[in-house]
C-alpha cells in the first residue's frame, strides 16, 4: 500500500489561497486514487474531493466546489488540493487519502480509503 506524507499548511488570511501536496513514499500511486478530508475541532471527518485514477475524474463536497482543485502528478507520485478564495470554515486538519476504488459513490466515504497521511492544519482568520 502507498504511504503518504502531507505538505502545504498553515495560516492565512480570509481570501486567500493555498496548495497541499500529498507524496506516496512506495512509488506505487498511478492505480489508486486520491482523496482529501477534512476535520474540524469536535465534528466529524468531512469528504473534501476525490480523484478517480483511472480517468482523472473528479468529484467535490458542495461546500467547496469552485473554489478547490484536487489533481495529480503520477511522474511525481503526487497528489495536490489547490484551494482558493479560502474562508474561516475551511479552518480543519486536512488529510490525504489513497483507495484503489474508482467510484464516485464510494470515494466520497472515509471508510473506502485504505492509506492515510499524517494530516496538515490549515487555519483561515477572518
Known amino acids: 500500500q502507498v504511504q503518504l506524507v502531507e505538505s502545504g499548511g498553515g495560516l492565512v488570511q480570509a481570501g486567500g489561497s493555498l496548495r497541499l501536496s500529498c507524496v506516496d513514499s512506495?512509488?506505487?500511486?498511478?492505480?489508486?486514487?486520491p482523496g482529501w478530508f477534512r476535520q474540524a475541532p469536535g465534528k466529524e471527518r468531512e469528504f473534501v474531493a476525490a480523484l478517480a485514477w483511472n480517468s482523472d475524474a473528479t468529484v467535490y463536497a458542495d461546500s467547496v466546489k469552485g473554489r478547490f482543485t484536487i489533481s495529480r502528478d503520477i511522474d511525481k507520485n503526487t497528489a495536490y488540493l489547490q484551494m482558493n478564495s479560502l474562508e474561516p470554515e475551511d479552518t480543519a486538519v486536512y488529510y490525504c487519502?489513497?483507495?484503489?476504488?474508482?467510484?464516485?459513490?464510494?470515494?466520497?466515504?472515509?471508510?473506502?480509503?485504505?492509506?492515510w497521511g499524517q494530516g496538515t492544519q490549515v487555519t483561515v482568520s477572518s
Open positions: 512506495t512509488r506505487t500511486f498511478r492505480r489508486y486514487s
Open positions: 487519502a489513497a483507495t484503489n476504488r474508482l467510484s464516485f459513490s464510494v470515494l466520497q466515504r472515509s471508510g473506502t480509503y485504505t492509506s
